[in-house]
């Protein structure tokens, strides 16, 4: 059974940073386009960031360009958020998914974690 499991999430002052993780049992990892989404209570999902399996294409919602980034090891079958300058405004429960195809602006991944809490104080 395949799993994501996020980790990294907490309480931070706005200006402060966090880093997600999200370790993926999804082979061969290399193979899967991995991204984050998130959900603010009483809002719908949306995408924030992915990085295609050929690893050459990153994509950003303009809401977090300059301030969060994705990367990923493959190594360790992870992905990551770092997020910095962080608002009252990102706070949400964070998604990491995986999906074949490349472009998880577009395309509903397959596969999701369970979610992890950031929660940005003003």
């Known amino acids: 059974q395949v799993q994501l499991v996020e980790s990294g999430g907490g309480l931070v002052q706005a200006g402060g940073s966090l880093r997600l993780s999200c370790a993926a049992s999804v082979r061969p990892f290399s193979s899967y386009s991995m991204g984050w989404f998130r959900q603010a209570p009483g809002k719908e999902r949306e995408f924030v960031a992915s990085?295609?399996?050929?690893?050459?294409?990153?994509y950003y919602a303009d809401f977090v360009k300059g301030r969060f980034t994705i990367s990923r090891d493959n190594a360790k079958n992870t992905v990551y958020l770092q997020m910095n300058s962080l608002k009252p405004e990102d706070t949400a429960d964070y998604y990491c998914?995986?999906?074949?195809?490349?472009?998880?602006?577009?395309?509903?991944?397959?596969?999701w974690g369970q979610g992890a809490q950031v929660t940005v104080s003003s």
């Open positions: 998914a995986a999906d074949r195809g490349l472009d998880l602006r577009t395309t509903t991944p397959y596969y």
């Open positions: 990085k295609a399996w050929t690893g050459a294409r990153t």
